[in-house]
């Protein structure tokens, strides 16, 4: 047997587009002197200023701050071996930015999408006008989720083993507020009951907090995943089309999120032990084919499709996709050997690093049709801090190494 020559280029490819991509993070100057300053417009690469509305610097998103500690954590992990001068800089970033978002998150008892220039939780409405958000309360939502996962990625990371608890604990009552009706998907709308009960039921929250399984096992936590079990279970069997094998974004309605199909299989398979129900596996795999296959349109992947007809719904492209698509093919083709996986991995390799990479300076565009890039963004307007892309890509550094391994 031989090595596949594409998972040594796909390797060096994933570690430099990772390192190159922090690098230009690290040099820009932080904002407040702790926040990860990613506010650069994808396809001009003007830097955003105060005339930028909720785009400007005055604007924090917790989203965005949580991935990028995850990322930082995550990262300075994986490039102690490979580059200590790297990971002692990415070490450095996340001190003062856990500390910051720590005390927003013991201030409040929550984290908010957005803080204005004082710190105070605030939401850009439909029109872009930026209100003052209500008191969450009993109510969770996805800035939660981002931040305690960083919070927990870098506290294991910093040795701040005191504060372990209380993330842990923010941790599990998301997953509560997600059980008991209590989490909003919609952060541009004021934080309310009467949003929960219009809301539909989507399986975003379940596939978001998932990937806390596979964070919380590498960081000694493992006893605390129970919940990745029953997420996945629900998912599973409320949302799965069996004639498609595509997840609906909600049971009887038709759209599909179809990346968001992807990542739920990829954090499931990053939480599932090896020796996980083949049956499982199967199901999950033929998710991430239909899933990919469907979307696969030109130049990335569709936002939505139709698991009725597979008619794309919204074409629009986001760059996040392709890389979740490697980072789920990836596990997926270490588990199954399958080399319809395999293919999905190159496949999605291939455009993402042919048509969203820029390289100089390393970044993707966020959004592109058959067009071309365009000015639209997905979530927030910050780019990514290394999270969609660096993670994904790091899950396939290893996979692909332990592939390697096993021929070498």
């Known amino acids: 047997m031989t090595i596949d020559p594409f998972l040594v280029h796909a390797r060096q490819t994933y570690a430099d587009a990772n ?19 990613t506010k650069q417009h994808s396809v001009t690469l003007r830097d955003y200023g105060p005339g930028d509305g909720h785009r400007a610097p005055a604007y924090t998103y917790g989203w ?30 996340a001190a003062p930015l856990f500390a910051r978002l720590d005390a927003l998150l013991a201030r409040d008892g929550h984290a908010y999408f957005t803080y204005d220039a004082a710190l105070n939780p605030v939401y850009p409405d439909a029109a872009d ?28 990371r910093l040795g701040r083993t005191l504060d372990q608890g209380r993330h842990l604990a923010a941790l599990e009552a998301i997953v509560a507020a997600i059980e008991g009706g209590r989490f909003q998907i919609n952060e541009r709308l004021p934080l309310s009951c009467d949003e929960l009960r219009a809301q539909l039921d989507d399986f975003g929250p379940r596939m978001i907090l998932l990937a806390g399984g596979g964070l919380l096992r590498r ?8 919940y990745c079990d029953r997420f996945i279970a629900h998912v599973l069997d409320r949302h799965l089309d069996p004639a498609s094998g595509l997840l ?40 991430l084919i ?33 890389p979740e698509t490697i980072r789920t093919a990836a596990l997926c083709h270490a588990r199954t050997g399958n ?40 979530a927030t307007p910050d780019l990514d801090p290394g999270y969609h892309t660096g993670l994904s890509l790091l899950a396939a550094i290893e996979v692909a190494d332990a592939l390697i391994a096993r021929v070498a």
């Open 290 to 322: 239909a899933s990919f296959r469907r979307g696969f349109v030109g130049p990335g992947v569709a936002l939505a499709v139709s698991a009725a007809t597979g008619e794309v719904l919204n074409p629009l492209c986001p760059w996040w996709s392709l």
């Open 219 to 226: 960081i000694g936590l493992g006893a605390h995943t129970a």
């Open 248 to 287: 609906r974004n909600v049971p009887g309605l038709d759209p599909c999120n179809v990346g968001h199909g992807i990542e739920f299989v990829g954090f499931a398979l990053d939480h599932l032990p090896a020796d996980a129900d083949p049956a499982l596996v199967a199901t999950l795999e033929r998710v």
């Open 129 to 156: 006008v930026i209100r003052p958000q209500a008191p969450a309360g009993d109510i969770y939502s996805y800035a939660d989720i981002f931040v305690a996962k960083g919070l927990l990625a870098a506290g294991h």
């Open 339 to 378: 080399p319809e996986a395999l293919a999905v991995w190159k496949d999605a390799h291939e455009a993402f690093f042919t048509r969203y990479w820029r390289g100089t300076p390393p970044l993707a565009y966020q959004t592109m049709t058959r067009d071309g890039p365009i000015d639209y963004v997905p």
């Open 19 to 37: 390192a190159g991509t922090l690098r230009w993070m690290l040099a820009r100057p932080p904002l407040g002197g702790a926040f990860l300053n």
């Open 64 to 93: 965005i701050q949580g991935r990028g500690l995850e990322s930082l954590a995550t990262h300075a992990g994986f490039f102690a071996q490979e580059d200590p001068a790297l990971a002692a800089a990415l070490d450095t970033a």
